[in-house]
Every structure is written in structure tokens, then in C-alpha cells.
């Protein structure tokens, strides 16, 4: 069965997550096509990251699917570098390699990982920290950029690896207000330019403009989804009306 | 001029009976000295270099998720570290060393494979290797999940993972306490004299044994010898920990 675009690139179905006897996802569905930007909002403990992090199997799942262009992502036989190369993922942390400029954070994977030729993913690098609006930092090591810049910088390393579904959790939540927006305009730029993005965030105002899709969550289930002009102005569940008072 | 330097310290051996720095003047001690320093040499290198490896193997083999591999790890470190080198040494020699095969090249002689210098050498290296894997450990540790969770997600491998990026974060947490290990393995290095390896201290010993009068001069030629050598490393050491700084990262 080879996936064709008219399929959902990223599918979910029925997803049951646990933590020892915790239970964190209590039946998740949810279908993404390719070049939609879908935005996760929802409670703190909600489950949110962990949803996100089953995507590329950073975290596995107790029951459901989880398909990326077709091919179950919890299939034991399943490559996860083929995974992880189709799925980038950036982090409320940046986590970029504190011993690696921001050049060398952004070549690794495709050199080590794929083995690619070291000039030409030299030449990618620069054009994507171009691309993040951090042109002159190649140089820098991740403990000389700001929040922002780090983010950036993590940004074009995830898409140095050419992913087709880019992830995003809560990449704004640790930065300050004035550096949250030039993150948001790099997304908005990758969106723009067709980029499939799941995103957890709790930025409204982003998520109403950009998002083709937002899903409400709540103690692991999905309580409200729907287009951002329809879920901000009708939303119908209570939990939803008063998650959205709460934010707005 | 060899000669004048010769004559005086055997003029000052006679006036001052205690002090008889014979290996300045007799070829045969100096030769002892030379190749004992010279023995004490190889030995510290190589136990470095092999405890090193140890603590980078044991330190990943502990975040294996076998329960197994981690027990083995665990038993290793306590055998090693809370049993005296000393008793390892002679424990690795006669123990040890009465089931190792032997060769013969001449037919007559029973030579066996691992010399006492080869024992000295697989000793020592497991003795300070237990406590560099301790001490890598802690240096991964300090490595938080987040970063090496980041390294997954980009598709590489656990090895790769820890290769690139636990393994070189950790040793720069973990230079201080290696540094301290890597000294005390280069003095214990003397305790290898105990299975007739002849380092510096055996030499020493031997010199001592034939001149009474050179005991002071030995004991003074052991001390200079120690404190270079581990000036030497300990110098080494700390030019790697600079040459390993990163900008705007502080451990
Ligand atoms: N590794 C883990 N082990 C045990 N429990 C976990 C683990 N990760 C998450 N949890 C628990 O799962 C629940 C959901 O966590 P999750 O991080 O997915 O929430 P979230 O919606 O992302 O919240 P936030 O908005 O605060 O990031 C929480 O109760 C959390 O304590
Ligand atoms: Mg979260």
C-alpha cells in the first residue's frame, strides 16, 4: 500500500497512551493532510506533548494507530530513521548540542545520519540559517544565541533533514515576548511554503491566523475541533468556552 | 667533562656516606634507573590510555537496557573498587596467570603468553578503569534527556548518541575527577613491583639493596620522577579540559 497525497499524510486513530497507570491519551484521533498546519491547544497535563511525541515515536503507544504516509509508526519492523527523517521535531527547549556550533548543529544529522556529502549539507546549512533570518551566526555556539536564536537555529537543523511533517511543542513557551514573535514568523514562513505542521501552542493569536485545523484537548480525549474561526467564535463544549475565557 | 661529573659525585659518596648517588657514576645503576623510569613510563601510558577505554565502554554499557549488562558493569566496579590493588595484582599473576597458556621457543623453556608485564598492565587498567566508569557515569548523567531525546528525534542511533553527544558533553563534566583517578593510577603503578615488574620503584629497590648508601638518593630520584610525571599529565590534562571549552557553555 504506497500513500499518495490525497490520503492523510499523518494519521490518528484511536490512540491509548499510559504512563505505568497513569492514563494520558484516552482515544486520540485525528487526520492531518499534507500542507495543513494543525494547532494542539489544551489544559497543562492534558497530554498534549506526549500526543505530539508519539508522532515519532519518542514515546510509544498501548493501543490505536499512528500512520506517517501510510506506514504504522509503532510497527516494531518499522525503521525509525526512515520515521525520523520523514517527521522534524522542535522543542519547547531547543535542546540544541551545546558543544556544536550553530553550523555543526544543523549538519550533523544529514552528515552522520545520512551520510550526505559534507560541502553540500554545508551549503543547505548556511542556505536554511539564511532561510531562519540567522545569516553570520554560523559560527555561534548555542550558548552564545539568545532563546530566539536558539530556536531558530533548531528549527533549521529539523528541516536540514528535509522532513515532510514538521512538529512543534510549545517552541515559543520558553522565550521571551519580544523573541516569540521571530520564531512565529519562521513558522509562518514554513507553513506558508507549504510545510505540513502539527503544533502545540498556546499562542491564540498565531494559532487562529496560521492553523487550517485546531484540535482542543483535555485530560487526554479531544473534547472540540474545528476550523480556528468557527472554534474561537462558536465554540460549543463548555470546557472548550471556558479554556478559551481563561486565555483570551 | 662526563668524567669530572663522574669524580665528583664518587668524591661525594665518600665524604657523605648516606648520600651515594652511585647511578651517576656507575653505568651499570644509571641503566637501572634509566630503564625503570622508562618501564614506570609505558606502564602509566598504557594503563591510562586502556583505564580510559574501560570507563567509556563500562559508562555505556550502563545505560544499556539489558539488566544483565548493567549487572555485570556493577559487579566489575564493586570487585575493583573495594578490593585492594595490591591483592589484584597478585590475584591477576599467580591466579590468574597459573591457567594461561604457555609457549615454548626453544623447546625447553615454558614461557608464558601475558608477561608480569602484561598482567601489571590488565590489572592496573581494570583497578582505575572501575572508577572511570563511575566517573564517565556521572558525566552522563549530567547530560540532560532533553538533549540526547533531540539527537533521537534527528534519526540517530543510540550509539551514535552517545557517541557524539553524551560521550563528549559527559567528559567535559568528567575531567576534573578523571585527573584525580588518572594521578593515583600513575602512582600505583609502583605497586606493579610486587609481581617483579621493573619499574621505577623496583629499580630503585634493587639499587638499594646492592648500595645501602644509595637509599636516600633512590627515594629522592622516586620522588622527582613521580612529580614530574604527573606534573606532565596533570599539565596534559588541563590543556585538554581548555582546548575543550566551550563558549558560552559553563559545566
Ligand atoms: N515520562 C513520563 N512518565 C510519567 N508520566 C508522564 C511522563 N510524561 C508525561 N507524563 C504525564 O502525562 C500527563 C500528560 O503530560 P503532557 O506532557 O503530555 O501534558 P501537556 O499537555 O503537554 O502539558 P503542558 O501544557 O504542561 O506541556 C501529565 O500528567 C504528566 O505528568
Ligand atoms: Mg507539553
Known amino acids: ?248 | 667533562m662526563l668524567d669530572a661529573f663522574q669524580d665528583f659525585f664518587r668524591a661525594f659518596a665518600a665524604d657523605h656516606p648516606a648520600w651515594n648517588f652511585v647511578f651517576f657514576y656507575e653505568e651499570r645503576q644509571w641503566g637501572q634507573v634509566i630503564s625503570g623510569l622508562w618501564m614506570t613510563i609505558k606502564l602509566s601510558v598504557v594503563c591510562v590510555i586502556f583505564s580510559v577505554i574501560i570507563g567509556i565502554v563500562g559508562a555505556a554499557m550502563q545505560g544499556s537496557n539489558s539488566r544483565v549488562v548493567r549487572g555485570i558493569v556493577n559487579a566489575y566496579i564493586q570487585f575493583f573498587r573495594n578490593t585492594p590493588p595490591f591483592v589484584q595484582l597478585l590475584f591477576f599473576y599467580f591466579a590468574l596467570g597459573s591457567f594461561t597458556p604457555t609457549y615454548s621457543p626453544d623447546g625447553w623453556l615454558e614461557i608464558p603468553i601475558i608477561s608480569n608485564v602484561g598482567w601489571a598492565i590488565i590489572s592496573l587498567s581494570f583497578f582505575a578503569g572501575a572508577f572511570n566508569v563511575e566517573i564517565f557515569r556521572a558525566g552522563v548523567e549530567a547530560v540532560p534527556e532533553s538533549t540526547q531525546e533531540a539527537s533521537e528525534a534527528l534519526g540517530f542511533t543510540r550509539m551514535q548518541t552517545f557517541g557524539y553527544i553524551v560521550l563528549p558533553l559527559a567528559l567535559r563534566v568528567s575531567i576534573p575527577s578523571l585527573n584525580n583517578n588518572l594521578v593515583n593510577l600513575v602512582k600505583t603503578t609502583t605497586q606493579a613491583f610486587v609481581i617483579a615488574v621493573p619499574e621505577l620503584l623496583y629499580e630503585s629497590i634493587t639499587i638499594w639493596n646492592d648500595f645501602p648508601s644509595a637509599q636516600n638518593p633512590m627515594m629522592l630520584v622516586l620522588f622527582v620522577a613521580y612529580l614530574s610525571l604527573v606534573g606532565i599529565l596533570v599539565m596534559g590534562m588541563n590543556s585538554w579540559e581548555r582546548s575543550m571549552r566551550i563558549p558560552g557553555y559553563g559545566v
Not at chain 1, 552528515?111 to 532561510?131: G, I
Not at chain 1, 545569516?135 to 528541516?159: H, M, N, T
Not at chain 1, 468557527?230 to 465554540?235: E, L, M, Q, S, V
Open chain 1, 1 to 248: 500500500m504506497t500513500w499518495t497525497p490525497d490520503h492523510p499524510i499523518v494519521s490518528i486513530r484511536d490512540v491509548e497512551k499510559s504512563f505505568g497507570t497513569l492514563k494520558v491519551l484516552k482515544g486520540i484521533s485525528m487526520d492531518v493532510m499534507k500542507g495543513e498546519v494543525i494547532c494542539i491547544i489544551g489544559p497543562s497535563g492534558s497530554g498534549k506533548s506526549t500526543l505530539i511525541r508519539c508522532i515519532n515515536a519518542l514515546n510509544d503507544i498501548q493501543g490505536g494507530s499512528i500512520t506517517v504516509e501510510g506506514q504504522e509508526v509503532h510497527d516494531h519492523k518499522l525503521d525509525k530513521l526512515a520515521l525520523r527523517r520523514k517527521v522534524g521535531m522542535v522543542f519547547q527547549q531547543y535542546n540544541l548540542f551545546p558543544h556544536k556550533t550553530a553550523l555543526e548543529n544543523i549538519m550533523m544529522a544529514p552528515v552522520k545520519v545520512l551520510k550526505e556529502d559534507k560541502a553540500k549539507v554545508a551549503e543547505r546549512a548556511r542556505s536554511l540559517l539564511k532561510k531562519v533570518r540567522l545569516e553570520g551566526k554560523e559560527d555561534s555556539y548555542p550558548g552564545e544565541l539568545s532563546g530566539g536564536q536558539q530556536q531558530r537555529v533548531a528549527i533549521a537543523r529539523s528541516l536540514a533533514m528535509n522532513p515532510d511533517v514538521m512538529l512543534f511543542d510549545e517552541v515559543t513557551a520558553a522565550l521571551d515576548p519580544e523573541t516569540v514573535k521571530e520564531v512565529l514568523v519562521t513558522i509562518k514562513d514554513l507553513a506558508a511554503e507549504g510545510m505540513t505542521c502539527i503544533l502545540v501552542t498556546h499562542e491564540m493569536g498565531f494559532a487562529r491566523e496560521v492553523a487550517d485545523h485546531i484540535y482542543f484537548t483535555d485530560k487526554g480525549v479531544i473534547v472540540e475541533h474545528g476550523p480556528p474561526t468557527t472554534f474561537f467564535d462558536n465554540a460549543k463544549d463548555p470546557r472548550t468556552k471556558e479554556f478559551l475565557s481563561q486565555i483570551l
